[in-house]
């Protein structure tokens, strides 16, 4: 099985950056696509970012275009994500995920593990 553990949360204010990490232990395939997704209180899980582990493939949400950037370091099965300009609607739990097949999905049952999560709070 994979375990996934995020960390690189905090309390930042509005304009600042964060990077969230997502460590991966179990390896990482060719198939395999990687979400980032965040939940807020009262609200539902959405999508943030995700990539195709060994391929080329980036999609962000509308919300986040140009301000996050997803990446990977696949020596050490791990993925980033770079949280540049927030803003106090980003204040929400981040969660990384797997899903075992590609491209990347924007709907959270498409995804087969998941991790804790990791707290953002931005204040305005």
């Known amino acids: 099985q994979v375990q996934l553990v995020e960390s690189g949360g905090g309390l930042v204010q509005a304009g600042g950056s964060l990077r969230l990490s997502c460590a991966a232990s179990?390896?990482?395939?060719?198939?395999?696509?990687m979400g980032w997704f965040r939940q807020a209180p009262g609200k539902e899980r959405e999508f943030v970012a995700g990539?195709?582990?060994?391929?080329?493939?980036?999609q962000y949400a509308d919300s986040v275009k140009g301000r996050f950037t997803i990446s990977k370091e696949a020596a050490k099965n791990t993925m980033y994500l770079q949280m540049n300009n927030l803003k106090p609607e980003d204040t929400a739990v981040y969660y990384c995920?797997?899903?075992?097949?590609?491209?990347?999905?924007?709907?959270?049952?498409?995804?087969?593990?998941w991790g804790q999560g990791t707290q953002v709070t931005v204040s305005g």
């Open positions: 990539l195709d582990w060994a391929g080329a493939s980036r």
């Open positions: 179990g390896g990482l395939f060719s198939p395999d696509a």
């Open positions: 995920a797997r899903r075992r097949a590609v491209p990347v999905a924007t709907t959270p049952d498409e995804y087969d593990y």
